[in-house]
């Protein structure tokens, strides 16, 4: 075998200095991949990579709303950085969501708790997650723990 040279089976892969893949431009040089200009593949590219990434297992723990509106900040962050702008070029947000063809990230969290939820509920009566929910049915205090429940 000589180095340098990739095969599968009988046929040669070529070598080249820069290839497409998710609609993203990989550099030989870099690990880095280079986004092409159209907004449509960055919106893709944050789609299919970043969003997955971030709310990763995010369905399955409470979030509070200051923590929600902290990742939707750090999210039009990148959302902004991936189109060259700032905050002083005084773009809506919803101008840069349409632009890249996103979604709010609350939006996308709370379909993913819905889905995730679907998939507890449709589950055989003895699957972990079914149990800890009906667990935690049961035990939930009352409103107001001072006050005595009637009999």
């Not at 995730?116 to 049961?138: C, I, M, N, T």
Request: aromatic share 6%; proline share 6%.
């Amino acid at each position: 075998m000589v180095m340098g040279r990739v095969s599968m089976g009988n046929i040669e892969i070529k070598k080249v200095q820069e290839f497409k893949y998710l609609g993203s431009t990989m550099d030989r040089d870099g690990d880095i991949p280079r986004v092409s200009k159209r907004t449509a593949d960055q919106g893709k590219v944050y789609r299919t990579c970043v969003r997955p990434a971030i709310m990763y297992g995010l369905e399955t723990i409470p979030l509070t709303k200051a923590a929600e509106s902290k990742m939707e900040v750090a999210e039009m962050r990148m959302l902004r950085f991936s189109l060259g702008l700032t905050r002083l070029n005084r773009v809506p947000n919803a101008e840069v969501r349409k632009q890249l063809q996103t979604r709010r990230f609350g939006d996308k969290l709370r379909e993913s708790r819905r889905r995730w939820f679907g998939h507890v509920k449709r589950g055989p009566e003895d699957y972990g997650g079914r149990k800890s929910s009906q667990l935690q049915e049961a035990q939930s205090p009352p409103s107001n723990p001072l006050k005595v429940p009637s009999e």
